[in-house]
């Protein structure tokens, strides 16, 4: 059963720290999608790719937030520094880049910034 | 962008069949809609997809009228255990930037 995995699962830090995320898409699924779930404002989207490419990642502060799929096994999301602010759950997804495209889900890594 | 509307919460009994509507006015010729379903501490999971008229598969019944502006998400027999948020999603032939609205939870009662 293919399933998109996300690490870590839990992480908690200082503010100010830097912090990387890691998903690892299903195999042979071309797109990439990154979310951060918060109670005040859903899901967000925060970017997506295609093949591994940028297409889109407007939803995401350009100041601190970088993401970034160095093959297309991985993909990262990382924020320099984090704030407080930043205190979330972020999902990766990934799916196949069709209109009938379903996007599959990791279990999420819930980032603490104290 | 196809921008949803969705009850915030429903509430409903033990066996009974839930309807969940949502609003898509602007979605555009080659839009899909899919439903996801979260639990807490969860992703959202694929529910059921269409485009137009019904589609029917082992967990849910998906119904889109003609215009296609809204689609009905009717969950037969719930049980407690669907109680969870349940988005509806509008996106294009690209995959592309496509928004979740702010879903709808379900709180099943026994």
């Known amino acids: 059963d293919a399933r998109v995995t996300q690490t870590p699962r839990d992480k908690v830090t200082e503010m100010g720290q830097e912090v990387t995320m890691r998903c690892q898409p299903i195999?042979?699924?071309?797109?990439v999608f990154w979310y951060r779930q918060t109670m005040m404002q859903g899901l967000e989207l925060l970017a997506y790719f295609r093949n591994r490419a940028p297409l889109d990642d407007s939803g995401m502060p350009k100041d601190r937030f970088s993401a970034e799929m160095p093959d297309a096994t991985l993909a990262t999301l990382k924020i320099q520094p984090s704030e407080p602010r930043d205190s979330a759950v972020y999902f990766c997804?990934?799916?196949?880049?069709?209109?009938?495209?379903?996007?599959?889900f990791g279990p999420g890594t819930r980032l603490t910034v104290l | 962008l196809a921008k949803t509307t969705q009850p915030i919460s429903m509430d409903s009994y033990e066996g009974q069949e839930v309807n969940i509507t949502c609003s898509h006015n602007?979605?555009?010729?080659?839009?899909?809609i899919t439903w996801y379903q979260q639990f807490p501490s969860q992703g959202p999971r694929f529910i059921i997809q269409g485009y137009k008229t019904k589609v029917t598969n082992e967990v849910a019944s998906l119904f889109i009228p003609a215009d296609r502006k809204s689609s009905t998400l009717s969950l037969p027999r719930v049980s407690l255990s669907d109680t969870a948020v349940y988005y509806c999603l509008v996106s294009g032939p690209n995959a592309g930037k496509s928004t979740f609205g702010d879903g709808t939870t379900l709180t099943v009662k026994p």
């Open positions: 195999l042979g699924h071309n797109t």
């Open positions: 602007n979605i555009a010729t080659n839009d899909y």
């Open positions: 997804a990934s799916g196949t880049g069709t209109g009938k495209d379903t996007q599959y």
